[in-house]
């Protein structure tokens, strides 16, 4: 019943900078923390980046901190993923996740892919040297 749909992937030279959205539809009362993983070809599902329900708290992956910033608008249900500085090593699919949240405040730990209920359909980010 909770749908999301990513836009804003594509094509980038390295050091270019790309920023994806994360729509929310359907059942959307209630508080969602979201994130972003990513998953190249033949490689594991990473984590990106996550923020919690009220985009007081967000947590970040150690090879995109610096360069990526995620943020929310709760307003529009929308999540975003700002990717600055972009690298070869950045090219994958990323994908949007929400889950509920009931008062959590911070992230003890990585995020993992299992934690969340609700995946989009991912964007291609394709960073060329």
């Known amino acids: 019943q909770v749908q999301l749909v990513e836009s804003g992937g594509g094509l980038v030279q390295a050091g270019g900078s790309l920023r994806l959205s994360c729509a929310r539809s359907g059942r959307t009362l209630g508080a969602y923390a979201m994130a972003w993983f990513r998953q190249a070809p033949g490689k594991e599902r990473e984590f990106v980046s996550a923020?919690?329900?009220?985009?007081?708290?967000?947590y970040y992956a150690d090879s995109v901190k610096g360069r990526f910033t995620i943020s929310r608008d709760n307003t529009k249900k929308t999540a975003y993923l700002q990717m600055n500085s972009l690298k070869p090593e950045d090219t994958a699919v990323y994908y949007c996740?929400?889950?509920?949240?009931?008062?959590?405040?911070?992230?003890?730990?990585?995020?993992?892919?299992?934690?969340?209920?609700?995946w989009g359909q991912g964007t291609q980010v394709t960073v060329s040297s």
């Open positions: 923020i919690n329900w009220s985009g007081t708290s967000t």
């Open positions: 996740a929400a889950k509920r949240s009931y008062g959590e405040l911070g992230f003890d730990q990585t995020p993992l892919p299992d934690e969340y209920n609700y």
